[in-house]
């Protein structure tokens, strides 16, 4: 494959474009809530542990108390951006972030084999500045990861048709099982991609890059009597509702992409270079019309509340630790009445750094901080406050215009 100093230029133009939008108020976008924190503790523990799982997370779909598992490639990739920034979820954030830029380029040129130049730069055009693709770059989930190694299935897409080497045809057939691991959704890639295979043996070829990478899922259910087959027969036996399977963003985030790579390829004779140019520049100005501004509060997470609020408030929190000057609190927990009762944030950045309570005991702790609107908080129905009775408030500090964090003691 012949490399030319404009297709470089060309490649770093796009991937200069992508980071600089991308970096425009990365701080105030990022998601770092629940989920993030959660699979984060997840993936420290894996390490500290040196632990080997062959699952990873649940999924949504739950029924009788048991959800669908998902492939343990969530936490170990997920580890690798941990490890690079020290666990720090900013840092660590704007590193996937880096990596998902540099996927412009197996993806410019797994099109280009597969299509044509102009097809490839509209693809990558839209891969740097499409919204949706913005929206979903810049924080840790399943199908973000998933979404970033598509460009890898394009390019080994790409050398098996202009090679027709079944190495190719191995390695496509591979990174689905690899990538259906973070979304089981892109299953659906298996029989997509068939329209490359046409005789018996170029099946067994494929069928066998598939099962080694979903092998992990594949080995799970074989120890665990197809754990996951029956979970997902009960659920459609006895949900009521396929609210699961509603067509959110994160869940056609991928098929997007594929279906944009396809379309590009059938129209690739009627894509010119005006095309190519006023769709970058309408993207653009739509892009610096929605990022620039700074937000009010991160993507998908509450109201006037983002990520370094919940670390300003473990940083005060963090003074009133054994290790602080002020309150030299030992027998403490935490409520985080915005969006997260549990506090899972704040507690992903206690574990990191060797902070250790009884993370789960709200019904024994002598004192608890609650991160709210106002002191009104008692009547809360949720027991992690509810419970905590009687009490006196012995400190407040102000997060923002809109949260406080406050500290009460438990009454004898």
């Not at 997370?57 to 492939?71: A, F, Y």
């Not at 892009?287 to 509450?302: C, E, H, Q, T």
């Not at 509340?305 to 919940?310: A, D, G, K, S, T």
Request: charged fraction near 15%.
């Amino acid at each position: 494959m012949k490399i030319e100093k404009k297709q470089i230029l060309l490649l770093l133009v796009f991937i200069f474009l992508y980071i600089f939008i991308r970096f425009v108020n990365f701080t105030g976008h990022l998601n770092f809530s629940f989920d993030q924190a959660w699979t984060s503790t997840r993936a420290l523990e894996i390490w500290r542990n040196k632990e080997l799982t062959l699952v990873g997370p649940g999924s949504s779909i739950v029924t009788g108390g048991k959800q669908i598992l998902q492939g343990s490639i969530n936490y170990y990739f997920l580890l690798v951006f941990l490890l690079l920034g020290n666990f720090e979820p900013l840092i660590s954030s704007y590193l996937f972030m880096i990596f998902t830029a540099l996927m412009i380029i197996p993806l410019f040129y797994g099109v280009k084999l597969l299509f044509n130049q102009k097809a490839a730069i509209l693809i990558i055009s839209l891969y740097s500045l499409l919204p949706l693709y913005i929206d979903f770059s810049r924080f840790f989930f399943g199908p973000n990861f998933q979404f970033s190694l598509i460009p890898f299935l394009i390019l080994f897409t790409g050398f098996y048709k202009k090679t027709k080497k079944q190495i190719y045809l191995f390695l496509v057939f591979f990174m689905i099982g690899v990538i259906s691991q973070f979304h089981f959704a892109t299953l659906i890639f298996f029989p997509i991609f068939l329209v490359y295979v046409n005789t018996r043996f170029r099946f067994i070829v494929a069928l066998s890059g598939f099962l080694l990478g979903f092998s992990p899922i594949i080995i799970f259910e074989l120890k665990n009597k197809f754990y996951n087959l029956v979970v997902f027969l009960e659920y459609l036996k006895n949900s009521k509702s396929l609210a699961n399977f509603q067509l959110l963003p994160h869940r056609y985030l991928s098929l997007s992409l594929i279906l944009f790579i396809f379309l590009a390829g059938y129209l690739r004779k009627k894509i010119t270079d005006k095309i190519i140019f006023v769709s970058c520049l309408l993207f653009l100005v739509v892009d610096l019309l929605i990022y620039f501004p700074k937000p009010k509060n991160a993507f998908g997470m509450a109201d006037n509340w983002n990520y370094p609020m919940e670390k300003k408030a473990y940083e005060i929190i963090k003074k009133a630790m054994p290790a602080g000057r002020q309150e030299n609190l030992q027998d403490f927990n935490i409520v985080n009445l915005v969006y997260d009762n549990l506090s899972v944030v704040i507690k992903y950045q206690m574990k990191k750094d060797n902070y250790l309570i009884d993370f789960d005991d709200y019904y024994h702790n002598k004192y608890l901080f609650v991160i709210n609107k106002n002191e009104n908080i008692f009547n809360n129905p949720a027991y992690e406050v509810n419970t905590f009775k009687p009490r006196k408030k012995l400190n407040q500090w102000k997060l923002n215009d809109s949260y406080y964090l406050y500290l009460f003691e438990r009454l004898k």
